[in-house]
């Protein structure tokens, strides 16, 4: 069993950064990855990492230049560090961790079994 703990969400201004937190506990998992659930919208992958001796990382293109996933395999710690943050970015994030090929933008989030509680963000412009 991997409990996941997200922190780090808030409200901010457009423009402003803001950096997301998992904490992993339990079962570690080499790969993990960051979804958010926008307004209205269904849940989509974020970013994803592949934190094995060869790191692989993934982003959904309307974030690319803007957020960067990293993964500490030794404290068990998933980060987000999310700049430039638009209006657009606002929902709840969400922290996850499974098998390898459930951690990719084309995987669909059902089959994803382990998810943190979620943080919101919020961007006003």
């Known amino acids: 069993q991997v409990r996941l703990v997200e922190s780090g969400g808030g409200s901010v201004q457009e423009g402003a950064s803001l950096r997301l937190s998992c904490q992993s506990s339990g079962i570690r998992y080499r790969c993990m990855g960051w979804f958010r659930q926008r307004p209205g919208k269904e849940r989509e992958g974020v970013a994803f990492i592949d934190a094995g001796r060869d790191v692989f990382i993934e982003y959904t293109d309307s974030v690319k230049g803007r957020f960067t996933i990293r993964k500490d395999n030794h404290k068990n710690i998933l980060t987000l560090q999310m700049n430039s943050l638009k209006p657009e970015d606002t929902g709840m994030y969400y922290c996850?961790?499974?098998?390898?090929?459930?951690?990719?933008?084309?995987?669909?989030?059902?089959?994803?079994?382990?998810w943190g509680q979620g943080t919101q963000v919020t961007v006003s412009s």
């Open positions: 996850a961790a499974d098998l390898c090929s459930r951690m990719h933008l084309t995987s669909p989030p059902q089959e994803v079994n382990n």
